[in-house]
Each structure stands twice: as structure tokens, then as C-alpha cells.
């Protein structure tokens, strides 16, 4: 094409005969210049130099990778990385030597690390302790309290949260104190109205749990989920990720309805939220359209405390460096090996037994049954 226009076709005319286009032809033309074009360098690479002009001589990299063989395989102190090959250097009286940075790049590029690199693996799917959760079969709503909150001049707030794992369902009771029994009546009427899921997750609060000081204990909100035939979850203590959804929702509730605006009362605050709640939930309706379906209350459901609780509760645990675990305020051996790891403990009201399943982030969709003891939960009468 530059033959072309040197014999005076158009670089336009040139570029439709060429089947490329004009600023291709404009650009080659420039290349050539008045050169012949036996002489033009017609190499479709970047300007500049093949090597950069800072670049370590090779003679220098060899010589790095010699004194790093030398200081393997010879040294009595048996150390080989960078720090150790600029010492080397610099007590040869070797001089213009680079640093000990650059030296780690030159071990890098030519290969020499034996170091291996941080594995970073995938995040395990949402719910993947509980494996009809992962597979999206089940609906799992956490629980959470938001608290330290004080209106200017006015009270102490604390928030009760909720969000669907799934479904992305949120709910928040901003109040002025709770207690066990003002959070299962919360419970009940959130779920009066949007239907249970099949599992329920909480933290260790005692609100939640119930007393820790004695064993066997099984709480009030335990009590009402195990009634409507919901399967509670406590997640580890001081372990991070399980409540991610809610803890994020708790997040976003704080930026987006406590500090965005300025409360007079509780009574202003609790409708600031409910309008919060009210568009997150028209937002994220498509998401809640296609969750797993929850379960109605029956109209002739009724809370007796007093009744022995049925059903299941979960504990996600983490072991001691003897192979237990704690549950229900008492220590099982789990197995000796299994240490520091996390387990899911299955307590089974019918069957009076505790199953635990290994639980590993790097496998989620392997639980290995490890041991099922046998466990029965005395009854006593509910104190309420």
C-alpha cells in the first residue's frame, strides 16, 4: 500500500484496495518516509528499547542465582533468600550491587523461589453449613441486635434486625430495651405475616440462647421456633462469616436510617425505619418473589411454654485442642484429631441424640458424620 501511494494513488484509494482502513495506510506511509522500502523496518512492535534501561545486567542475575546454589547448599546458617545473597555480595566487596528488593524480583523472574504463594480459594456458598440452605430448599432468616444507639437528649435504643438469607427479606424493631420475651413476641408476628422459614439463626445472646449458667438450657425464642416447627442455628462465638447478611444489614440500616437523618423520639425512629424497611423490601421483591416458600402459622397454633420442646436445634462450634465441643453448657468429645476445627452439632429432642457433622470452608459440600452421642434433655418447667 505505501508502493501505492508512491505511485500516486490516494491513501484513501489505497486503503479500500488494501481492505484496511485510511488511518492504517496514513500510518505506514509515515513510517516509511522516503526511505526504499527494502530499508524500512516494517516490524509491528512497540517503540523503544527491547529491554528496559534500568534492568539488571544478566551478568549480575547469574551471579545473584550463584551465590544463592552457594548459600544452600555451604552456609551454616542456612539461610538463601534475599537478605542473605546482598550480605554475601556486599561482604565480597562486590560494588553497584541492587538492592535486596530487587534481588527478590530476580529470584522471582528467573524461578528460584522455593516459597509457595497464598492459595486463595473461592467463598463457599451462602448457608454452606447447612446443606439444603446452599442448595437454595430452605429459608434461613438471621437475627441480630444493634445496640449502644442513644437519641440526642433522649434514650438508649436498641434495634432488633432481621434478614432472610435467601430472599433478602428485611425486618427491624427499633425499642428501648429487649428482653427474651419482647423478641419472641417480635418473632411471632413477623412471621405471623410473612410465613417461618425452616431455620433461624442467632448469635449467643442470652436473649436468644437463654441463661448460659446452667445446662440443658433451652430458651424462650428456641422454644417458639421449635413450636412452629422451625429449626434454631446459634453460629460459634467470636467466629466471623456466619452472620455476614445480617451484620451487613445491620450496617446498612445504621448508615441509611440512624445516621442519615436526626431523631426527635423513638416514635420518629421507628417510622423512619418502617419506610426504610418498606422500600427495601419493594426493591428486592423479585428476589423475595423466588425464595424458598415459607411455612403459614396455623390459625390454631398456640405457644405452650411448659410443653417438652420437639424438634432440633444447631450448634456451628468450634473444637477445643482436646477434640471437644461445647453444647448446651457441657463439653462432648468429638474426636481427638479433629481440633480447633468446626463442627455442626445436631441436637435431636426426639431422639435424644447430638450428631456432629465436620464442617471445612474449603469443602462445603462435604459433612462427615463424625460421632452421634446419646443425650437427654431433662424436662423442667419453664420459668416465665
Not at 31 to 39: N, Q, S, V
Not at 46 to 67: F, H, I, Q, S, W
Amino acid at each position: 500500500m505505501v508502493a501505492l501511494v508512491r505511485r500516486g494513488a490516494t491513501l484513501r484509494a489505497a486503503a479500500e484496495e488494501c481492505g484496511v482502513t485510511h488511518p492504517t495506510v496514513h500510518l505506514w506511509v509515515e513510517r516509511a518516509g522516503k526511505k526504499r522500502l527494502d530499508r524500512v523496518d516494517w516490524s509491528d512492535g512497540l517503540p523503544g528499547r527491547r529491554e528496559p534501561v534500568n534492568r539488571t545486567a544478566t551478568e549480575m542475575e547469574d551471579l545473584v542465582l550463584t551465590v544463592r546454589v552457594d548459600l544452600r547448599e555451604k552456609s551454616n546458617l542456612g539461610e538463601f533468600g534475599a537478605a542473605a545473597i546482598l550480605r554475601e555480595l556486599e561482604a565480597s566487596g562486590k560494588k553497584s550491587l541492587p538492592s535486596e528488593r530487587t534481588i527478590g524480583r530476580i529470584l522471582e523472574r528467573r524461578g528460584a523461589l522455593d516459597g509457595r504463594g497464598r492459595t486463595c480459594r473461592p467463598a463457599p456458598p451462602p448457608g454452606w453449613y447447612l446443606p439444603d440452605v446452599a442448595e437454595a430448599r430452605a429459608e434461613l432468616d438471621s437475627f441480630d441486635f444493634v445496640e449502644g444507639l442513644v437519641i440526642q437528649g433522649g434514650p438508649e435504643v436498641e434495634v432488633l434486625n432481621g434478614m432472610s438469607l435467601i430472599g433478602g427479606l428485611p425486618v427491624s424493631w427499633p425499642s428501648l430495651a429487649w428482653t427474651s420475651r419482647i423478641a419472641a413476641k417480635a418473632l411471632i408476628e413477623h412471621w405471623g405475616a410473612v410465613g417461618c422459614p425452616q431455620y433461624a439463626q442467632f448469635d449467643n445472646d442470652t436473649r436468644f440462647q437463654g441463661p448460659h449458667q446452667y445446662p440443658d438450657v433451652i430458651g424462650r425464642v428456641s422454644r417458639v421456633c421449635l413450636s412452629l416447627g422451625v429449626v434454631p442455628v446459634f453460629v460459634p462465638p467470636r467466629e466471623p462469616g456466619f452472620q455476614a447478611a445480617i451484620e451487613n444489614f445491620n450496617g446498612r440500616w445504621q448508615s441509611k436510617v440512624w445516621t442519615r437523618f436526626h431523631h426527635e423520639s423513638l416514635r420518629g425512629l421507628r417510622k423512619r425505619s418502617a419506610l426504610y424497611i418498606e422500600a427495601f423490601r419493594t426493591r428486592a421483591a423479585s428476589r423475595i418473589e423466588a425464595a424458598p416458600e415459607r411455612i403459614p402459622i396455623p390459625g390454631t397454633w398456640s405457644l405452650d411454654l411448659q410443653a417438652p420442646p420437639r424438634g432440633e436445634i444447631i450448634y456451628l462450634r468450634r473444637t477445643t485442642e482436646a477434640g471437644t465441643a461445647e453444647v448446651l453448657g457441657q463439653h462432648f468429645l468429638v474426636e481427638r484429631t479433629w481440633v480447633h476445627r468446626l463442627v455442626r452439632a445436631v441436637v435431636d429432642l426426639d431422639q435424644e441424640t447430638i450428631s456432629f457433622y465436620a464442617m471445612r470452608r474449603a469443602d462445603p459440600s462435604n459433612h462427615r458424620l463424625i460421632r452421634t452421642v446419646s443425650h437427654r434433655i431433662p424436662h423442667r418447667r419453664f420459668s416465665e
